[in-house]
């Protein structure tokens, strides 16, 4: 029992080198995509097979219940799988959204309107404030710039992350604006079937920071098993982190995984790699500290994803 009917189950088994699962409510249960995969969705029966009022119930697949294999679980809520479908855009896209937890799940189909010299397409995503970090995969080509694009506030809109690989950020052509209504994407050439390839089927989820739940931020590393100190306002219940600057993993942390410091242990998402345990951070009533003179805690500037797990307000994330 966790709770709380989650919208968003994201599952890594941490003794093997299985892939990364995530399931949402707006596509269905068994329905598959691997953050450390750029493959298709795949719908498979024995792995996500329903979501309850306190959680979920899997099957059989190795990648989410091998006997004897620990496994790291991570969820959030939006509104137990009831969407809207919001015309704002010049896409339409079939979104649930919560806007207290500043979490929306969209989904829309590429039209295809993509090319020389670049068109305008623009998506609402229902939050009322502007996203903060947002990530987008293509559910049904491998073949056309198909990887889970991600973009955060720490780098600004116009650059541009892989949250399937260990890329540094790179300019894009693509995000020209964030409003509190609508993401303004200008696709160009082949970089548009990233986002509008014709007739595919796309899942975008974006968040905004929530005082007190989630923060979305940037800190330069020192180096140093010194290290620093980032302020969140909550003690965090889950971050992932990035370097800007440097081809370096997507590090996860949370309080579950043995949850006392230093012991934090760090998972990827952009490979099937097994839990490691090498000391990195503390997690702290106010924030996290790095504990580590490498990633994440090198000489570079970072981004990091935080979110806290019971808030005053209302729990939304596992």
């Known amino acids: 029992g966790m709770d709380l009917q989650p919208d968003l189950t994201w599952i890594k088994n ?79 896209t079939v979104t649930q959204v919560n806007t207290a937890a500043g979490f929306s799940i969209m989904q829309y189909v590429g039209d ?3 090319g020389t010299g670049g068109d305008t397409i623009t998506l609402a995503h229902g939050l009322g404030a502007a996203p903060e970090f947002l990530v987008v995969k293509d559910r049904d080509s491998n073949s056309n710039n198909n990887e889970w694009q991600a973009w955060h506030i720490g780098i600004g809109f116009t650059n541009y992350f892989y949250l399937s690989t260990t890329a540094a950020s ?14 303004t994407i200008t696709t160009e050439q082949a970089w548009g079937k990233t986002w509008t390839e014709s007739g595919d089927n796309y899942i975008g989820y974006a968040w905004t920071g929530v005082e007190g739940f989630s923060k979305f931020g940037k800190y330069e590393g020192n180096g140093n098993a010194n290290g620093t100190f980032v302020y969140c306002g909550f003690r965090p219940a889950w971050i ?22 230093v012991d934090n242990n760090e998972l990827v998402a952009e490979a099937v790699t097994a839990e490691a345990t090498t000391d990195m ?14 990633d994440p805690n090198v000489s570079e500037t970072y981004v990091y994803a935080a979110f806290a797990h019971n808030p005053f307000q209302y729990a939304t994330a596992r």
């Open 14 to 92: 941490r003794d093997a080198t299985d892939s990364h699962c995530w399931f949402d409510s707006n596509r269905g249960v068994t329905k598959l995509i691997s953050s450390d995969s750029t493959a298709v969705e795949v719908t498979d029966a024995d792995t996500l097979k329903s979501w309850t009022s306190d959680g979920y119930t899997v099957g059989a697949d190795v990648k989410v219940n091998t006997s004897g294999e620990d496994y790291a679980s991570w969820n959030w809520r939006v509104n137990g799988g009831t969407t809207s479908t919001l015309t704002a855009g010049t896409i339409n």
């Open 112 to 114: 295809g309107n993509w």
């Open 170 to 183: 790179a300019a894009s052509v693509e995000v020209s604006a964030v409003s509190s209504t609508l993401i």
């Open 281 to 294: 951070i503390d997690i702290l009533s106010n924030g996290f500290k790095l504990r580590i003179a490498t």
């Open 240 to 261: 992932m982190t990035k370097s800007i600057d440097s081809t370096s993993s997507w590090q996860i942390f949370d309080d579950k995984r043995l949850g006392y410091n």
